[in-house]
Nanobody
Framework: QVQLVESGGGSVQAGGSLRLSCAASGYTYMYSTISMGWFRQAPGKEREGVAVIYLIGGNTIYADSVKGRFTISQDNARDTVMLQMNSLKPEDTAMYYC??????????????????WGQGTQVTVSS
């Protein structure tokens, strides 16, 4: 059974930094191609894709709103994906979710493409 567990959320002032982590388990022998991503949902808004990484090649994609400020990466064992968030803005405030997509090498920020989701971790940025 695939499990995704997020950590690292919290409160920070604008301009500050946070690092989110997502520990994944239970997927190793299920798929030959896997990508993992971070999504976020602010109150009253739809969930949106933030960043995605392809676990085999390390290719990444980002939402325009976070390019140059956020960096997605993985550890050597490929079972943890991190999101380094710098220069945070109040509009980055949201619940952040980790997601896993198996069976395709195509990177996408489209929420419906992802098979598994974590419970989320709250990020709050104050002005």
């Amino acid at each position: 059974q695939v499990q995704l567990v997020e950590s690292g959320g919290g409160s920070v002032q604008a301009g500050g930094s946070l690092r989110l982590s997502c520990a994944a388990s239970g997927y190793t022998y299920m798929y030959s191609t896997i990508s993992m991503g971070w999504f976020r949902q602010a109150p009253g808004k739809e969930r949106e894709g933030v960043a995605v990484i392809y676990l085999i090649g390390g290719n990444t994609i980002y939402a325009d709103s976070v390019k140059g400020r956020f960096t997605i990466s993985q550890d050597n064992a490929r079972d943890t994906v991190m999101l380094q968030m710098n220069s945070l803005k109040p509009e980055d405030t949201a619940m952040y979710y980790c997601a896993l997509r198996g069976g395709s090498a195509y990177l996408t920020l489209r929420e419906s493409a992802y098979n598994y989701w974590g419970q989320g971790t709250q990020v709050t940025v104050s002005s």
